[in-house]
């Protein structure tokens, strides 16, 4: 058992009300450079929709994540080789026009304009090019359903078949956040030529080094959730940074903080590192989700929490584990479910599935809504989040509406009945106080500070100055990468 | 004079090319990419990228054949003046037009998209220029030479070894045809941006990748 720690997030979808927040104070945060205009670390996609690059979903096309051959990972764009074969020239990449243009507006005619019979116009204007362009697409043009037509080419719903309602009346949608899933399998590490992108070992966030990053640009259609972006003026990958800085500092990212609708939930899970590779190469991509679970440890498990100790794990960081939103609705609730697992990169960002209006044809005969009569059909979230099985997404709405049902008689000051579910009274009344009332405190449990031991900190104690790099950096005495087996310890500092 | 040209001319470009990127790699690395443009422009790409690159390294091997084994090492192994040229001329002048053709696509690429000239920089026109003029003249010099009275492998090959050997014979050049010459001062040129342009990236195919294990941990 090699225990690691994970920054890890869950999205409580039910509660998204699709403001774009979370894209907004990303973007004016990170990505606001020019070479950047077109990035979106974090984007909020109407589901059905073909989303932000088109066709994301659609791996025929983009041969994004992991497939596996002869029960062996590889990665769906080729074998090692294959893939060097594609320097030069990468069928898979998605080019400018995949994402969208991005553009301003003429802003200066307004003003500058001489006395004419009409009213001015700004027109808009490339801002790659910076000349006149007609605006065809945009990061978010699928917006509540604009545009029906593109809704039907989605990949997730053509594999359930047509017969899926899109009548006028219990037509539906429902809004799916995304930023990169900071993977425990992450495919663009794989695919990096030059090694440039690496987990961080201490807290799991995945980043590029933008030094060591040579442009070849292969982790762009490795991704299969395309969350790496080129920038096209420094001629570097660029992706989410989870806003490691801040996290550094016990805060929650930016996206997160920042949510109006207080369903973001950022916290620690403890993980078995020895079983990662077995998860991802789960022969049945339904089952892969269970055995995510498996991977993740539970922190009140002494025996964990004292190997996690002995490992290196420091105690505010198991402490944080052990008080974890994001372990409670993950692994203890099972509420929360990965974006795409059979992707298999066993990714690290979590959704509890949405729950929707009851079905028009429905309405007059249902009193208190089941899974089945809600408007998003239950087929079409098992696509996005169980790989197509039902019965989990089932299983998460009816625990969600065993909770609403329990509330209601509970504040009606009524009896409870006994529920379907393995869940007490006493569970759904905390499930209650973490996605209802969700106060800062309790979604956000981040350990702040270095992360060393008492026993390292001892040992750097008068060691280094400012100027020196902080632990296990320059006098070499703290355990260097000796945690990960058959995993190189990038050789570049 | 021909011991400037001959001699300090291709050892300034050594030392350019050889102590140019070492500088650059350390003090700028941030800067050291492949500037892909396949972002911007894809549909171009698609034949010209590939063909230029593979028919380059395809040049690469014949010139390194051709330049530093000597005409005795190859004779030893029973291959005459008249087979190597016959080889030379027909492989190499393949490889040749694919080069040419791949750098021609690329150029029409380049100077015709409103996408690429975002991405186009005044270093990129000036290596784009002595690298189309390295090719041109190393192709023409070929087509030129087809009857093989212009023996390299008797006077470029030896100078250039020279060089590497710390000797120099700058009279082997003195009286080589003008397309040979060119071509020579077009490359050495070429030596000369190669630190500041974005040609650094042939240094950097990555080789190592194929050992490498798939996931990289780091800790800080």
Redesign the interface.
Known sequence: MKIKAQISMVMNLDKCIGCHTCSITCKNTWTNREGAEYMYFNNVETKPGIGYPKHWEDQNRWKGGWILKDGK?QLATGS??NR?MK?????E????KDYFEPWTYDYETLIHSKRKNNQPVARPRSL????KMEIEWGPNWEDDLAGGNTARADVNLQKIGQNIALDFHDIFMKYLPRLCNHCL??AC??A????A??????DGVVLIS????????HCVPACPYKKIY?N?Q???AEKCVFCYPRLENGLPQICADTCVGRMRYVGVLLYDMDKVEAVASTENPQEIYDNMLDVLLDPHDPAVAKAAKEQGIPDNWIKAAKESPVFRLIKEWQIALPLHAEYRTVPMVWYVPPMSPILHKDAASVHFPEAEAMRIPVAYLAQIFSAGNEDVIRRVLNTLLDLRRYMQQRTRGEATTEFDTKYGEHTLYDMYRLLGIAKYRDRYRIPAGVNATQEEKRLHQGVGGFSD?????CSGSAP??S??N?????GHE | MSEFVWVALPYLAFTFLVFGSAVRYTVS??T???????????KQ??IA??L???ALLLVFLGHVGGILVPQEVTEMFGIDEHLYHMGALYIGGVAGILLVVGFLLLMKRRFTS??M???TSSMDVWLFLFLGLTILTGFAGTMLNADGAFNYREYIGPWFRSLLIMQPKPELMLNIPMMFKVHMFSWMAVCFIFPFSRLV?CL???F???W?????????
Do not use: M
């Open positions: 990972l090692k080789g060097l320097l030069f020239f990468h069928p990449q998605p080019e400018l790659i090019t910076k000349e399998n992450p590490v794989a990096c030529p030059s090694g992108i690496y987990k961080r070992d201490e933008q030094d060591v990053c040579r442009g070849w640009r080129y096209w420094t001629n570097k790099c902080a632990f296990g950096g260097s990468a945690g990960c058959g995993c190189a310890g990038g | 690395e941030r050291w990419t492949t500037k892909s443009s396949e972002f911007l422009e894809k790409l698609r990228g590939p230029f690159h593979f409103v996408y000239k975002v991405n990236h950097s195919f990555p190592l990748y194929l490498r294990s798939a996931i990289v941990y780091r800790r800080r």
